[in-house]
């Protein structure tokens, strides 16, 4: 039996062990990574007939259970952290529990609403996916994303919000005036109001095989998970602030990295103290005006091209891990098309920026008033954070909306006691 946490056996290059140790990563669970190399190694330590065994990744838990090849989800209930809704009804709904989510949570909860938050992932968002937050109010040494994250998550429970991992919202309708979302398995959460917290999601490059090597030396985001473990030639792509923040954290452990930025400079995207560092730090090159063109390697990446764009040549270097923080794209995919109304990226219109867009009479006809600050065309739902119309795409930014739209929340339950 392993004592504490969580023992986790695979193979390398494997996309499953990735998702794994983000996961826990993400949800600030100790655990150890064990990189099998030998067939001996594979039979000894995680119990399985040799390297090529299709139970591998294998987990191994304190309490004493393996689980074989887990998903998500599979290690979550293990875990004893999928719990079904606990209530028929609630007052306030969320879905995401990133930023925004968690602070929603966290006043809805304070101020006496019955909430509940369901997070298709682990808690954190995008945020969690950083190892450094350093802009961040009352926190001047900066803080880790998943610091921050599990620290709102505990002060969300304490103060009675319940957050459910692992469970996804993929629609929803109002019936009977209550918002109602469906969940991937079927169930059904109902309450007064929803917020709708689901952030972005990183932004693909769009080259050939890029599935082929996902979790297999290319990965989307920070990679907070992966640094130590990436020791040789490592490539990020893009130049904000997140691109910055990656940059740093591998060059504690890597030998080189690589930063392809498609602008003429990183001034003019990340902010000064991140640009300045990193001009700083020998083991880190900056690439303007470059461009990721090609990924290449038999079963993971063992090199990338890209091309130099002011001179129009390309280059190929080895390197077996390419992360790629190019900024997202609104997770908005579980709106049913005319339902919710959106900008023409996706981002979620709320308040007065739907003065003078149909609004559905399906929804609308027993009220006699425009949207709320915050509300979507759904009337009692709100959104809040980087998936809202022109917000700015910050941990602080979020928070606050998350806050103000429980406000908004108050406001709207006010009005339909007066209905
Ligand atoms: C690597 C990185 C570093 C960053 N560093 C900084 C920084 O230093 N300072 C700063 O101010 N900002 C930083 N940012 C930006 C900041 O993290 C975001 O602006 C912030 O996290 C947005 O919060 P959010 O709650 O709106 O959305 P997100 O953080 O995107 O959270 C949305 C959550 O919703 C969940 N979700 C999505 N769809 C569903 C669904 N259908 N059902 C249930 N759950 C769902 C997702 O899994 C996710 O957990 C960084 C971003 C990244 C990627």
Redesign the pocket.
């Known amino acids: 039996m392993y004592q504490k946490g969580a023992r986790l056996f695979g193979l390398p290059k494997s996309p499953e062990a990735y998702e794994l140790r983000d996961f826990l990563t993400r949800s600030g669970f100790p655990f150890e990574w064990v990189e099998l190399k030998t067939d001996n190694d594979a039979r000894r330590l995680a119990g399985v007939t040799g390297l090529d065994d299709p139970r591998l990744p294998v987990c191994l838990l304190e309490r004493g259970s393996v689980l074989f090849r887990p998903t998500i989800r599979d290690l979550a209930a293990a875990l004893d952290w999928f719990r079904g809704p606990k209530h028929e009804q609630y007052d306030l709904a969320i879905?995401?529990?990133?930023?925004?989510?968690?602070s929603a949570a966290v006043y809805g909860a304070s101020e006496g609403l019955r909430t509940v938050v369901?997070?298709?992932?682990?808690?954190?968002?995008?945020?969690?996916?950083?190892n450094?937050?350093?802009?961040?109010l009352g926190f001047p040494d900066g803080i880790s994303?998943w610091e921050l994250a599990s620290r709102a998550r505990q002060q969300a429970q304490r103060l009675g919000a319940e957050i459910i991992v692992t469970?996804?919202?993929?629609g929803g309708e109002i019936r009977d005036g209550w918002t109602v979302s469906r969940l991937t398995d079927g169930q059904e959460i109902t309450a007064r109001a929803t917020i709708c917290?689901?952030?972005?999601?990183?932004a693909r490059l769009g080259l050939l095989d890029e599935e082929k090597y996902l979790g297999r030396g290319l990965f989307y985001?920070?990679g907070a998970s992966e640094a130590k473990h990436c020791k040789g030639h490592v490539f990020i792509v893009g130049g904000g602030?997140?691109a910055g923040?990656?940059a740093l954290n591998f060059s504690r452990f890597a030998d080189k990295v690589t930063m392809l930025v498609r602008g003429d400079s990183l001034k003019d995207t990340l902010s000064s103290y991140l640009a300045e560092r990193i001009e700083a730090s020998s083991k880190i090159e900056i690439l303007t005006k470059s461009t990721l063109t090609g990924l290449h390697g038999r079963e993971s990446l063992e090199s990338v091209s890209y091309r130099d764009n002011s001179r129009g040549d390309e280059r190929e270097a080895p390197t077996n891990s390419a992360f790629i923080?190019i900024g997202?794209v609104p997770?908005t995919d579980?709106a049913k098309p005319g339902t919710l109304l959106t900008d023409s990226a996706g981002y979620i219109l709320t308040g007065d920026d739907l003065i003078g867009e149909s609004l559905s009479p399906l929804y609308w006809s027993p009220w006699s008033r425009n949207p709320i600050k915050m509300e979507a065309s759904m009337p009692g739902l709100f959104a809040?954070?980087?998936?809202r119309h022109n917000t700015v795409?910050?941990?602080?930014?979020?928070a606050g909306?998350?806050a103000a739209a429980v406000s908004m929340v108050h406001q709207f339950l006010a009005l339909k006691k007066r209905e």
């Open positions: 879905y995401g529990a990133g930023p925004a989510g968690l369901i997070e298709r992932f682990a808690v954190g968002g995008q945020a969690g996916s950083t450094r937050i350093e802009n961040y994303g469970a996804e919202g993929v917290a689901t952030g972005v999601e990183y985001g920070a602030n997140s923040q990656a923080c997202g997770r579980w809040a954070g980087d998936v795409k910050r941990c602080a930014t979020a909306d998350g």
